[in-house]
């Protein structure tokens, strides 16, 4: 790759990654690979989307970057500290024993760096940040919709300030109107805390409107990539055209 390392926030170098199967207490597994010789970078600054459908190994690849599985050939580079991450299941990714306002602190209160008064004053101006309004900072999840839990999700992700996020599938459990406004604080959000995003969807209209490229995932492999209008205009193959065919 020629690309500039200060122009990144991640390289992902041939990598490819699995898991072990079967046998008993250790023995006998069989190694599964689901990635196959991934190689990308995201840009300071970009949306990067990842589509493909479900069972190709996004989310190993997600699981991989995060630190969560080691590579068995490859290497990926954080030009940044290790990305956060937003969840697809908005309802198990937060504690019901808690309000919206404990969620979001509790990073800041495991991290220690800072005192009771610096906590309020983050978490404050994070959950009005992600557009949660004050009467619905004491609020538990059951008490919550389905949009304000994921804005909370956000709010904990970003509040130790990151600089690049792995959202898999952060929409899709959302209706079509909540869809569009998350996706809208999602670009507000890059703009105004210098975010970089990798976006995983199956949902090749959700990504159009989002990311600036886009890369094709097949069977744990990048079949395609390019800008959206490049791949969405004129897609090279032809399982990426059939996935544009199933998402009109």
Not at 38 to 55: A, C, N, Q, R
């Amino acid at each position: 790759m020629t690309e500039e390392n200060n122009n990144l926030v991640l390289e992902v170098k041939h990598v490819s990654a699995g898991y072990k199967r079967g046998g008993f207490f250790g023995y006998g597994q069989k190694y599964k690979e689901v990635i196959h010789d991934v190689d990308f970078v995201v840009h300071y600054g970009e949306i990067l989307g990842l589509v493909g459908e479900s069972g190709t190994g996004k989310s190993t690849l997600a699981k991989t970057i995060l630190g969560l599985m080691e590579p068995t050939k490859g290497e990926i580079v954080h030009y940044t500290k290790r990305p956060q991450m937003i969840f697809q299941d908005f309802h198990s990714s937060l504690n019901p024993a808690y309000s919206a306002w404990w969620s979001v602190e509790e990073p800041l209160r495991i991290f220690g760096k800072y005192d009771a008064e610096e906590r309020e004053r983050r978490v404050r101006e994070m959950l009005t940040r992600v557009g949660l309004q004050e009467e619905f900072f004491a609020s538990k999840p059951d008490e919550l919709s389905g949009g304000q839990k994921q804005r909370v999700n956000i709010a904990a992700a970003l509040i130790r300030r990151p600089r690049f996020i792995i959202a898999d599938e952060p929409v899709s459990a959302l209706d079509v109107t909540i869809q569009a406004q998350i996706l809208k604080l999602l670009k507000q959000l890059r703009n105004e805390l210098d975010l970089s995003y990798l976006f995983i969807s199956h949902d090749l209209n959700v990504v159009y409107q989002l990311c600036d490229r886009v890369l094709v995932m097949k069977d744990g492999r990048i079949v395609e990539q390019g800008t959206v209008e490049e791949v969405y205009n004129n897609p090279k193959e032809e399982y990426t055209r059939n996935l544009l065919e199933a998402s009109k």
